[in-house]
């Protein structure tokens, strides 16, 4: 490339326009720089005369063609931390200011030499002096120079606009670190075994970058060989517990990837051991609980621990992972003693997300029970590689129960029940009372008796279900929300079930009961106590207050007009019952409304039980889940308000909207949707979903149709939740 086009565009990079030119001509400090550039500009061909007048003609009429769309970056620290992304080139600090230094001899310009101690201190402080921005000018001219191609993008403007971002961005000095250590128990922790956790973590943090996205957060450090942790910033500046919750929330979702992800590998060996711990508080202390906390020899081996403090943290965030019953202490060099609290389970198929290595498993797409009951009886090609195949690798260790869980979470959301209980038979086989894996079969039986076409064949699926939750209450004296949940959803499907045969009159219900209308009330009110405990042991209570509150607009709807019970009629409540149900609402969530609340008082309460809501959903990070939070968002605007209006409408008519968005975003996935567009908790498929969604928001558009022709006509009330009762497809 010619010299005088490489120059053209190095000082296009330092002036990208006029105004650049003239803030710098302003600044008495740069009279004595001026000359110099002058001088190189018509050295070069570029000016006819070295006057400052014929550079800025020169500039007005070759100005920088900007880059669009802007880079995604924060601030300059993140620029000279990802250099290599975004300059093309791997060099250290050192040799790159060392070449900017000498092509500044080379041209004999007066800008400032480039130091080491400059773009250290540019990384924290403001270009807020002239000598800052020169250096910038400086940095801007070596690029123009050498990487023509990218002036357009990094030149003294957007460099200058990175720097000034610097006081936008508090450094937090507290959060939460979280810590990864391999150990040998006989194998080699080799290079290779190093190299696939290192890479793990960088491809983990690539998908999903800290916040704020700076180069500080996102990057992962060295602690030794075999030791790496990650900081992840406290997004408030409070120190109670409850200002770590992004940061754990993250720090979390990443300890149960990494789990999952260590067992598919072909480095995970039983003389290998992956150990992950997680510390809270200021950034300067926390090696002296994580290292220890890594290494310590806990029973039952568990893979991540936590401390103490990380344990208030987990709890007060509702954070869905669980603990032991009991800490093991471990002695420091202090003579302090750490608590460490070893997470043994996580709600992964309620809350965290799918591990994209399953959900590629081409063995799991097509997996049948018996290769899963019988693998020895299969005569199929072995799999090029451990990580094709997560069933085999989960078969020859069905004690890692987190892996089994994992697959049978991915087979659940395909729908394939049969599969999923094979799998958990063998969780169950090995630890009878995993409470994760006694639930999820217990919904799948709640699943498969609202897809039975027969009361009978319904009854059969629903005590299986029952027996699972006795089972589970005879093992264990603590009960979390989920759990709660979804033991009372067994009931409310039961009720409801009763509820479509007693309304279709289906024959063969008289074989199981003669009254199903006291039998539905009767379930009706188990599902009710369920619901109440749940949101006694929660601290936020969102879900269960969600199913209560549905489950008592139900049993006031069939207590009040039994003929729903008996006939297909449209499913209606009194408007005064409506509005007591809220105001009871209301005041079991804590708000108690005047007998006239105003319309200020009522929007008040609004946005404090979305704050709430916000931070429950905020938990949740599984995709398939989210569109129902969508959904049962606006049934709560919409039935569970004693007011409605326009206003609400609009706002549901969104969440509804926003819900089909979600469920569409899942159709290049295989995989269906956790829904309650039924009511009942249920697996439907993305298409059944939307038809659904569909016909509640054209029942909404009707009845905010009626309502704006006439606010005070309506006295029974048609509910948003119950507009898809009677419909039967579920694929």
């Not at 002096?129 to 191609?149: M, P």
């Not at 039986?445 to 005879?474: K, W």
Request: charged share 20%; net charge negative.
């Amino acid at each position: 490339m010619p010299d005088n086009n490489k120059i053209a565009t190095a000082l296009q990079a330092c002036f990208p326009n006029i105004s650049c030119l003239k803030s710098f001509t302003a600044q008495e400090d740069n009279k004595t720089l001026l000359p110099s550039l002058m001088q190189l500009a018509h050295s070069e061909g570029l000016i006819a005369h070295p006057t400052q007048e014929a550079l800025e003609d020169w500039i007005k009429a070759e100005p920088l063609t900007r880059a669009s769309p802007e880079p995604p970056l924060n601030n300059f620290e993140e620029f000279l931390d990802n250099r290599e992304q975004w300059l093309n080139f791997s060099l250290s600090i050192r040799a790159w200011t060392d070449r900017i230094n000498l092509l500044l001899d080379k041209y004999q310009l007066q800008l400032p030499k480039v130091s080491n101690s400059m773009l250290t201190r540019l990384k924290r402080e403001n270009a807020d002096t002239t000598y800052k921005q020169n250096v910038l000018r400086s940095l801007a001219f070596w690029i123009g120079c050498e990487r023509q191609e990218l002036a357009g993008q990094w030149n003294y403007s957007s460099l200058l606009q990175l720097c000034q971002n610097q006081q936008t961005l508090e450094v937090s000095s507290e959060g939460v670190r979280i810590g990864f250590s391999l150990s040998s128990r006989g194998d080699l922790i080799d290079q290779q075994v190093v190299g696939w956790l290192k890479r793990s973590l960088k491809n983990y943090l690539q998908e999903h970058p800290i916040q704020p996205v700076i180069g500080r957060w996102n990057k992962v450090k060295t602690h030794n060989i075999t030791t790496f942790y990650l900081d992840i910033p406290k997004a408030q500046s409070l120190s109670t517990p409850q200002a770590y919750r992004q940061s754990l929330r993250y720090a979390i979702n990443l300890a149960h990837q990494l789990a999952i992800k260590w067992a598919l590998s072909s480095f995970c060996t039983s003389k290998r051991f992956l150990s992950i711990g997680l510390v809270a508080g200021d950034f300067t202390s926390l090696d002296n609980y994580l290292l220890p906390l890594l290494n310590a020899k806990l029973p039952g081996d568990p893979e991540i621990r936590i401390s103490d403090f990380t344990r208030q943290c987990l709890l007060s965030n509702d954070i869905r992972a669980l603990c032991s019953q009991q800490p093991t202490e471990i002695a420091l060099f202090n003579d302090e003693i750490l608590l460490a609290w070893p997470i043994t389970a996580f709600w992964s198929f309620i809350y965290f997300d799918f591990v994209p290595e399953l959900q590629q498993d081409p063995v799991l797409q097509t997996v049948a029970v018996d290769q899963i009951a019988y693998p020895e009886s299969q005569s199929v090609p072995a799999a090029e590689s451990k990580e094709a195949d997560a069933l085999a690798t989960y078969l020859q260790a069905p004690q890692h129960s987190m892996l089994g869980l994992e697959i049978a979470k991915t087979l659940y959301f395909r729908q394939q029940f049969t599969e999923t209980i094979a799998i958990l038979r063998l969780v169950l086989s090995v630890e009878p009372y995993n409470l994760m894996a006694r639930t999820l079969r217990m919904m799948i039986y709640r699943n498969m008796a609202t897809l039975a076409g027969t009361p009978t064949g319904a009854d059969s699926c629903f005590r299986l279900a029952e027996q699972e939750i006795r089972v589970v209450e005879a093992a264990n004296q603590q009960f979390s929300e989920d759990f709660c949940c979804e033991a009372g959803g067994v009931y409310l499907s039961r009720a409801l079930n009763l509820a479509n045969f007693s309304r279709r009159h289906h024959p063969h219900l008289k074989l199981l009961t003669q009254n199903p209308e006291k039998d539905c009330l009767t379930d009706l009110e188990k599902a009710e106590s369920y619901f109440e405990q749940g949101l006694i042991v929660s601290p936020s209570g969102i879900r269960s207050t969600y199913l209560l509150s549905t489950t008592r607009l139900l049993r006031l709807m069939f207590t009040a007009q039994p003929e729903h019970l008996d006939s297909r009629t449209r499913l209606t409540l009194s408007r005064e019952l409506f509005v007591e149900h809220s105001e009871n609402l209301m005041t079991l969530r804590g708000y108690f409304l005047k007998h006239q609340a105003s319309q200020m008082d009522l929007e008040n309460i609004e946005k404090t039980i979305f704050k709430t809501i916000d931070f429950h959903n905020d938990s949740i990070t599984l995709k398939a889940y989210q569109p129902t939070l969508a959904y049962t968002a606006a049934v709560a605007i919409w039935d569970f308000y004693p007011q409605r209006t326009q206003a609400s409408a609009a706002k549901a008519i969104h969440f509804l909207d926003k819900a089909r968005h979600l469920a569409e975003g899942l159709k290049p996935h295989n995989h269906c949707i956790y829904s309650f567009t039924r009511i009942q908790g249920e697996i439907l498929s993305i298409q059944a979903f939307i038809s659904h969604l569909e016909r509640a928001k054209s029942q909404l558009k009707k009845q905010a149709k009626a309502l704006e022709d006439n606010p005070s006509a309506t006295d029974e009330i048609q509910l948003l939740m119950t507009c898809n009762f009677d419909q039967q497809e579920v694929s």
